[in-house]
């Protein structure tokens, strides 16, 4: 199993980001995806979950009405579509296969001005 986050960066306050994380070793469209912040110093914080063909969507509620997850299971893609950044979203963004055992090595998004 494999997972390969992409898309993260230095972005300022109100921008706005795309994450992709293609995964490989298992077959995607078989399992719900999440994906899981860490800010600095601070610990694990899920952001978003995904079923297998993307029916049934769930949100942190300090993401709720800025992101948005997605996924392409014929190019084994999972995506979040990041609006409305805050410093606050400055964290590293890890892609998660259901049950938490495989992680992608995770993608930093730092927001400032």
């Known amino acids: 199993v494999q997972l390969v986050e992409s898309g993260g960066g230095l972005v300022q306050p109100g921008g706005s980001l795309r994450l992709s994380c293609v995964a490989s070793?298992?077959?995607?469209?078989?399992?719900?995806m999440y994906w899981v912040r860490q800010a600095p110093g601070k610990g694990l914080e899920w952001v978003s979950s995904i079923d297998t063909d993307g029916g049934s969507i769930l949100y942190a509620d300090s993401v709720k009405g800025r992101f948005t997850i997605s996924r392409d299971n014929a190019k084994s893609t999972l995506y979040l579509q990041m609006n409305g950044l805050k410093p606050e979203d400055t964290a590293l963004y890890y892609c998660?296969?259901?049950?938490?055992?495989?992680w992608g090595q995770g993608t930093q998004v730092t927001v400032s001005s």
């Open positions: 998660v296969r259901v049950g938490y055992i495989y």
């Open positions: 070793g298992f077959t995607f469209d078989l399992y719900w």
